[in-house]
C-alpha cells in the first residue's frame, strides 16, 4: 500500500508534536513530505532529519538563524508567502494546516486548489474565508477534514447520519481558568494567569483565546461553515471537564455525544486516516471515575467575546475577518503587558463597530479587511496605552 504524503504546516506547535506522534505510529501507512515551523529552526531541523521531507519552510525569524543546515536534497522555502509556494510546489495527499493565525488562509486555498485533502486545524481559515472557502469545497476543489476537538466530535457523531435529520449542534467549552472568577477582577489577570488552562495544553495565543472564549466563538463559526448550519441551530454549553467534545442533536430527541480524554491525537489521527479509525493506545476514559459531568449555559457578562463572536458570524462577509485581525493584535497587546484582559472584548468592540461588511468572493478581499483592521487597531492601542 503507497504511504500516504503529507504536509504539516506548524510543525514544531503542539498540534504538529502531536502530529508527528501520530504519523510515527504508523510508518508504513503515512510520510512527511513537507514541514513549516515560524521560529523554532533548531527543532524544525531535528524534525526533518527524522522524516526527510522533500521541502520545509521557515519563517523570518528563523530564516537566518544558526544551527546547521537543511539536507542539500531539501527545498527550502522562506516566510509567509514560502508557505503557499510548499504547498502548490510539492506532491502531497494531505495537507495537515496547524498555523495559528490568518497567515493559515493562502495554505487553505493551496491545498483546496491542488484538489487535496486539507485536515485543518487552522481554524481562522474558516473564521476569515469562510464563505470564499466553502464555495471552492462545494465546486469540487477538494476536502476539508476538521481537526479541531469539537468539529472532530462533530463529524464522528454525523457519521452514517442524514444531514436533513439534524436539529441543532452543541459545542462545548471547558470555561478556561475563570469561569467562576469574580468580574471585578478581570481587570487584574496577568497573562500567566490566562495561561493556565484547567484542562488543555496549547499554544500561547490559542490559550488566551480560550480563556476569553473567543477561541469558542471562533469554533462556532467554523462550525457553520464545515457542516452548513444556520447559527440559530448553533449552540454552545460549558462544560469543565472537557469530557464530552461535542454532541449532535436529532429531529427525533436523540443526543449523540463524543466522549474520551482530553488528546489532541485522537482527532489528528482521525483527521489523517478518515473515514476509517485507526488503533490509539492512550490513556482511556473511565467512566467509574468521572463522577459527574456538569454543564452550564455561557455567561456573556463575563465572556463578551463570545457574544462579539456570534454576532460577528451572523453579520458575515468580511466581519470575521476584522474580528479575527483585532483579537490577534489584542492577545498579542495583553501578553506583552501593553493593555489589560478586559480590554481584549473593547479592541474587538470597537474594531467591530468601525467596519461595514462586504462579501468575501476572493482572499484579496480578507487581506484587505484584516491589513485595514490591523492598522486600525495598532492606533487604537498606542491611544490608548498613551492615555
Known sequence: MNRT???????TGSIGASACNCIRRFPDRFEIVGLSAHSNRGKLLSLAEEFRPKSVCIGSAAAGGSG????????VFHNDAGLEELVNETEFDVLLNALVGAVGLRATVAGLRK????????????????DYITSLVRSGSG??????????AILQCLTGESHTAVESIILTASGGPFRTSPLDTFRDIRPADALNHPTWSMGRKITIDAATLVNKGFEVIEAHHLFDMPYDRLRVVIHPQSVIHSMVEFHDGAVMAQMGVPDMELPIQFAL?????LPLRTRRLNLAELRELTF????????????????????????????????????????????RFDMIAELLQAALDDHSPVPVDAIEVVEEADRRTRENVSKLISDWTRN
Open 296 to 339: 452550564f449555559e455561557p455567561d456573556f457578562a463575563r465572556f463578551p467575546c463570545l457574544g462579539l463572536c456570534l454576532a460577528a458570524g451572523r453579520s458575515g462577509g468580511t466581519m470575521p475577518a476584522v474580528l479575527n485581525a483585532a483579537n490577534e493584535m489584542a492577545v498579542a497587546a495583553f501578553l506583552a503587558g501593553t493593555i
Open 115 to 130: 484538489n487535496k485533502r486539507v485536515a485543518l486545524a487552522n481554524k481562522e481559515s474558516l473564521v476569515i474565508g469562510g
Open 143 to 152: 476536502e476539508l477534514v476538521p481537526v479541531d476537538s469539537e468539529h472532530s
Open 273 to 277: 486516516s478518515y473515514p476509517q479509525r
Open 5 to 11: 504524503r503529507i504536509v504539516l504546516l506548524g510543525a
Open 68 to 75: 546547521g543546515r537543511f539536507d542539500g536534497n531539501v527545498r
